[in-house]
């Protein structure tokens, strides 16, 4: 019996995609986003919400995850900017590999950038990097505040939270402080920001975030490689 | 069910590091899953019991080591185990800590045994 050392990652394939992908996106200035929660935490309103919002000529691609239909994709299509479906017929997440063929046929110059949708769910998306340069969680005050802490995970490495639903708090018991607090705990200083995606500058903060990442993408990619 | 994903993933890998051990049987792989890696370790055995059924590689044991999750002080340098998710030092109570482990999920090694018979080889893992 002998006993052979093992050092790479699990998900070493999904990582190497992922690293590729993350330099195509440093090298053409894209900002990458992946939005995850759980199934009706408003991550297509968001989506759509936002780029109704958008300055027309920032370039916006979006690639919606789901296990069936085209339903997203056909919602946001209607902002005028390019959408692609990935549907995953079963899988609980998306994967590097899903996301390098689904980009194929654009072109990094020509974008700014570029939203993930993720499947929804909580759990496996987080062990998957997709290359983005940030995830982001999201979780509605119409779910419970301890959702950080039973899927620490996701929260752990999402560099921003955003609490969706905000112009519910009136009806609903739910403690936003407490679920900041939550956050974190499993995730100190962690970005936080609360957004309504159906009242008037329901999104100014989330917008202005965007603005911010958008901002910083362009220089890196003016900035020489690291290596 | 991310753990199916996982499952052909650690066969793929297993398959690949033999590559390079011409006559060498896979006995045990082993792991370390971070507590904040969003695997669970039971499902995962599930998964990789079911990919194996009907290969070669019946009975290839997995051994998952679950890792907690440890932080370093920024400020004073403690490192401690994280007990309900207080991420503050436990030295001096600064909020300012770095994870050190607890997000793996890494391979440990590989345990084979060689009897100069010929490698066996999983069909069907891409």
């Known amino acids: ?227 | 069910m991310h753990e199916l994903s996982i499952a052909e993933s650690i066969l793929e890998a297993v398959r690949k590091e033999l590559v390079n051990h011409p006559g060498a049987h896979p006995i045990r792989v082993g792991l370390r899953i971070g507590e904040l890696a969003a695997v669970d370790v039971d499902s995962l055995a599930f998964c990789f019991e079911a990919v194996l059924a009907g290969t070669d590689w019946e009975g290839l044991q997995l051994d998952a080591r679950v890792c907690p999750q440890r932080r370093r002080c920024n400020d004073c340098g403690n490192e401690f185990a994280v007990v309900e998710y207080n991420a503050r030092c436990t030295v001096c109570a600064s909020s300012s800590t770095k994870t050190i482990s607890g997000d793996e999920l890494d391979f440990d090694y590989l345990e084979v045994e060689t009897d100069g018979t010929p490698a066996t080889q999983v069909q069907g893992v891409e």
């Open chain 1, 1 to 227: 019996m002998e006993r052979l050392p093992l050092k790479s990652k699990v998900l070493n394939e999904n990582q190497i995609i992922a690293e590729s992908l993350r330099e195509r996106f440093r090298e053409h200035g894209v900002l990458c986003l992946n939005l995850i929660s759980g199934p009706g935490s408003g991550k297509t309103a968001l989506l759509e919400r936002t780029l109704a919002s958008l300055d027309p000529t920032t370039r916006v691609c979006v690639l919606t995850g789901d296990i069936q239909t085209d339903n997203d994709a056909q919602r946001l299509a209607k902002y005028g900017f390019p959408v692609k479906q990935i549907t995953t017929g079963g899988t609980c997440h998306l994967d590097g590999r899903m996301i390098e063929k689904h980009l194929a046929a654009w072109n990094l110059d020509e974008i700014d950038l570029l939203f993930i949708e993720n499947v929804g769910n909580l759990v496996c998306p987080s062990s998957y990097d997709l290359g983005e340069a940030s995830k982001i969680v999201l979780l509605s005050v119409t779910e419970g505040e301890d959702k950080p802490l039973k899927y620490p995970s996701i929260f752990f490495k999402s560099d921003l939270f955003l609490l969706t639903k905000i112009d519910l708090l009136p009806y609903v018991p739910f403690n936003a402080n407490t679920a900041e607090a939550n956050a974190r705990l499993v995730h100190p200083g962690m970005e936080i920001v609360r957004v309504s995606s159906t009242v008037e500058g329901g999104l100014d903060a989330w917008l202005a975030w965007l603005e911010q990442r958008m901002t910083r993408a362009h220089e890196d990619a003016l900035a020489p490689a690291a290596n």
